[in-house]
């Protein structure tokens, strides 16, 4: 391998580069489009849940009660029918998401201190949602009338990392994972179908140039604008959506860069198996993007998933990064607790050079 | 010469799955000697450079190249070779300079040799004041010049060129000749190919390919021997009854009008050719497209398709005519300015290099391509606004065949028949007589895919006239197809013409001009001459000149005019 014929290289590769806008664009606002996309719309905090309460007692407790689901901020007052019919009617409609009913001796049973039993029912359509919900009216329930849960086994649930559960505290760094698995490889796999769909290549085929040479020439410019993308997703992260940081800048800016190398062989590998840059583009987002969202537990945690699933996000790189990212930035933790991703990290980037290096054939067919 | 030779190939074969593409193959080049690989698309040229600059594994065979095995060490072949592949192969937003530096680079070329080369090459190609322009916005002419540059740059020994010329204006193609005359003069190896039958003349050795087999090696005074005694110029005082009596004997296998009493005749068989009337034949040394029309139909006995018919005579009822018609996209300007009128019956040929505006041309008058200026009408009906009906009234052979090669022939005979509107009960027997008048008659249950491009050629020339149509456009559709085929697509073309189509074709093969009435030479865009062959020649005093003289003596004037004005 020669340093200037493979440097030659890299140069033309980023003269064409800076010259095309379109490969500027994906690079520079594709990632900042996704990650304030995602940083704003993506959110599992339940907020202002429509509820309406029908209130059959009519009395100071019933009132109270009520009064206390509606003010925190997860719950709103959608209305106060005066029928269990009526109310089901709302839900079905959709203007309701949850129903507090209260029957009519409620304040009579309490000041005599029998059980009080009151019926809140879930629209169970979202799911996560209405597990959120229920839990959130069960807590205010069982607080009530005095603001404090008195039963025999009082558990003192903390939660650790993230204590006022914000989801955006959590989806931000698993974004960096998500963003980073995307536009790289894209832009590297597109680079080398260009060349492939244009014939320019069979110069290059046709040229001392070495197979080590061209994949490395190509590599190094898009791991470049790989570091920048970097650079840019945790700058917006940090500054913009104020993540609070609970571990290592340095630690999480090397293995990012690790994880983009990684990244970026992956969409050299699909180049060597694809003709044009249609092809490219649809395998490199079928292979990268997909799973990066479904199955890198960016969203869905994966030791929810099916055993079938688990052992396939084990062979997305996306997921190693997501437990790395939401490591260091929410749990503070070291190489001492991430050495296991960084290393599958480290093996799967061998790999996938590897691999490239076999398929990569200065042959036209 | 007791040098090694350059290149050894034996029996050189390529197969794709199951198909084969090449086989056969077996020639040695001596060093400083040129060979040109002749034949039309398909024939198997491309694969067979390829293998040769090592980037493509043959199948079968050994092949040696400046002394490695291309499949043992195909590194060592690659790193010592200039291989220039079809189409453009630079990087179009690198500028010229750029492009050559990294081409240099890529091959250890040392600072100082590459600053000295570069200044020589660009010189020669006549692009020294281009250097710092993007490729990509030069002339597809000079791109192909800067193409070559590359190759040379690191001063290889042997140089691979996949069809350089094609589609290039003749200035630009005879500058291209001139730099790699002067490679040869340093004593490199040239591999070209080539469909253009005057350039296999000017190389050292031919090797004619047709359907991935070998026809013949040899010398091109060796392969115009094969002809000799075969091809004949005959001269008549009644042309038209000339032309009957040639289409008629069955001894002719083609035959060109050369001027207007004139043709150039060639042979199937030695026998000498006797016709009644006794028209004026002389015997004349064979040209190479002569050579290759007699060995290619040595090799495969064609039964050729004629009818005897009528001479055609163009009527006065002008079917198309256009007016300063102009196309611009942005600031480019694709058609500047254009004016022309064609009769029923007659036919004009649109002669320039790719990028001279034919294709935009003829798309206007299609009604495909509003103009951006100017006024056409295409069977008294306007261009612009009545592009619908223009549409139904016309047909049009594309460049790139508009067939659909998943279906078999019959399947898109009845498409075009049925998206013209032909009534049911008419259908068969429109489809059966389009096939006749397109001398279409190979199997129609087979894929599109699977037929070779001449038989294509004459499908999507059926599929075009199923609908009866007064106009044909046909924008190059002779483009790769070998001489011989090329005469019969004439013959089918001037058959119609007769029967009173008007007819507007395009094509970059100037000695086609000769079929044609009359001729549109283009260059940028520009109309730079409009007339019989016969008043152009004598407009520049030239009679008797070739169809390129012609047209290079019109760039010059024109080339003239703009700089006077």
């Known amino acids: 391998m020669k340093l200037s014929r493979t440097l ?52 100071a407790a019933s009132r109270a009660l009520a009064d206390q689901f509606v003010n925190t901020s997860y719950f709103r007052l959608a209305a106060s029918p005066q029928s269990e019919e009526e109310a089901e009617h709302l839900v079905m409609r959709g203007k309701a998401r949850a129903v507090l009913v209260i029957p009519p001796d409620f304040g009579r049973r309490l000041r005599k201190g ?71 490889p894209l832009l590297t796999a597109l680079a080398v179908a260009r060349e492939k769909e244009l014939g320019t290549i069979a110069q290059i085929y046709a040229s001392p140039l070495g197979k080590f040479e061209f994949m490395v020439g190509k590599l190094l410019p898009y791991a470049v604008i790989a570091f920048a993308q970097l650079a840019l997703v945790l700058a917006a992260g940090f500054l913009w959506f104020k993540v609070p940081m609970h571990g290592s800048f340095a630690l999480l800016i090397a293995l990012g860069a690790l994880y983009v190398i990684c990244t970026v062989s992956i969409g050299l590998l699909v180049s060597t198996l694809v003709k044009t840059q249609v092809a490219a583009m649809l395998v490199t987002l079928i292979l990268t993007l997909m799973p990066a969202f479904l199955f890198s537990g960016f969203i869905y945690p994966v030791f929810t998933m099916p055993e079938l699933f688990q052992g396939y996000s084990a062979r997305v790189p996306a997921m190693y990064f997501v437990n790395i990212s939401r490591g260091i930035v929410m749990r503070g933790a070291g190489l001492a607790d991430l050495w296991f991703n960084v290393a599958v990290l480290v093996g799967y980037t061998a790999v996938v050079l590897g691999l490239s290096s076999l398929l990569f054939n200065k042959r036209v067919a | ?90 990087y179009d937003r690198l500028t010229v300079a750029e492009n050559l530096a990294f081409a240099a680079a890529i091959r250890d070329v040392p600072r100082a040799a590459y600053l000295e080369r570069k200044g020589v090459l660009l010189a020669m190609a006549g692009l020294a004041r281009f250097e710092g322009r993007r490729e990509g916005a030069l002339s597809g002419g000079m791109r ?52 253009y039958m005057d350039e296999a003349d000017a190389s050292d050795r031919v090797l004619l390919l047709r359907d991935g087999r070998p026809l013949a090696v ?205 009534p049911r009960g008419e259908q068969v027997r429109r489809i059966d007589r389009a096939c006749d008048r397109a001398g279409y008659d190979a199997p129609r249950d087979g894929l599109v895919r699977s037929l070779s491009s001449a038989v294509r050629q004459r499908l999507a020339l059926a599929s075009a006239i199923v609908h009866r149509p007064k106009v044909l456009f046909l924008d190059e559709p002779t483009s790769g197809v070998d001489p011989l085929a090329r005469f019969r697509f004439w013959r089918l073309i001037d058959a119609l013409a007769a029967e009173g189509v008007a007819v507007i074709v395009s094509t970059h093969y100037l000695e086609e001009a000769t079929y044609c009435d009359r001729l549109g030479l283009m260059m940028d865009g520009r109309m730079i001459a409009l007339g019989p062959l016969s008043t152009l020649q004598a407009e520049l005093g030239l009679s008797e000149a070739r169809v390129e003289d012609v047209f290079l003596g019109f760039i010059a004037r024109a080339r003239g005019q703009a700089r006077a004005a």
């Open chain 2, 144 to 195: 192909k010049k800067l193409a070559l540059c590359a190759n040379l740059i690191h001063e290889p020994p042997l140089l691979i060129l996949d069809e350089p010329s094609l589609g290039v204006d003749p200035l630009s193609r005879r500058e291209l000749w001139k730099i790699l005359d002067a490679a040869r003069t340093a004593g490199r190896s040239i591999v070209f190919a080539t469909s």
């Open chain 1, 114 to 184: 029998q059980d009080a039993p009151v019926e809140f029912l879930v629209d169970g359509t979202y799911a996560s949602t209405a597990a959120i919900v229920s839990a959130y009216g069960r807590a205010i329930i069982y607080a009530f009338p005095k603001g404090t849960l008195e039963l025999p086994v009082q558990p003192q649930v903390r939660v650790w990392y993230n204590p006022q559960l914000r989801s955006r505290d959590f989806i931000v760094p698993g974004l960096f994972a998500v963003i980073l698995m995307a536009f790289p």
């Open chain 2, 218 to 422: 040899g010398s091109p005074a060796e392969l115009r021997g094969v002809a000799r005694g075969r091809v004949y110029r005959a001269t008549a005082s009644d042309p038209a009854a000339l032309e009957r009596q040639l289409t008629a004997a069955p001894e002719v296998l083609s035959f060109q009008k050369r001027t207007a009493d004139t043709f150039r005749i060639q042979l199937a068989g030695d026998a000498p050719l006797r016709l009644p009337g006794a028209p004026v034949l002389e015997p004349v040394e064979p040209s190479m497209e002569d050579a290759f029309t007699v060995v290619a139909a040595a090799s495969a006995p064609v039964t050729a398709a004629k009818e005897a018919r009528e001479p055609r005579a163009p009527s006065a009822e002008v079917r198309v005519s256009a007016e300063g018609m102009t196309r611009r996209f942005d600031d480019f300007v694709a058609v500047d300015d254009v004016s022309l009128t064609v009769k029923a019956g007659e036919v004009l040929g649109l002669l320039g290099p790719n990028g001279a505006g034919k294709t935009t041309l003829i798309r206007m008058l299609c009604g495909l391509l509003p103009p951006s200026d100017g006024r056409g009408l295409v069977a008294g009906l306007d261009v612009a606004r009545q592009s619908e009906r223009v549409r139904a009234s016309i047909g049009y052979v594309s460049q790139k065949v508009s067939l659909f090669t998943d279906l078999t022939a019959q399947e898109n005979l009845d498409f075009f028949a049925r998206a013209y509107g032909t």
């Open chain 2, 1 to 90: 010469m007791s040098a090694a030779p350059v290149i050894t190939a034996d029996s050189l074969a390529r197969r794709f799955g199951k198909r084969t593409v090449l086989e056969g193959v077996s020639f040695d080049l001596s060093p400083g000697e040129v060979l040109g690989v002749v034949g039309p698309d398909g024939a198997g040229k491309s694969t067979l450079l390829q293998m040769l600059a090592a980037i493509l594994r043959p199948s079968s065979g050994r092949c040696r190249v400046l002394g490695s095995d291309v499949r043992k060490a195909p590194g060592r072949v690659q790193a010592q070779v200039g291989y220039m592949s079809q189409g453009f192969s630079l």
């Open chain 1, 8 to 59: 030659a290289f890299s140069r033309k590769e980023t003269l064409e580069i800076v010259r095309d806008p379109i490969t500027v664009w994906i690079a520079v606002f594709m990632p900042l489009v996704i990650l304030f996309l995602f940083g704003y719309a993506l959110s599992f905090d339940v907020e202002e849940a429509p509820l309406v309460v029908v209130d059959h007692d009519r009395s």
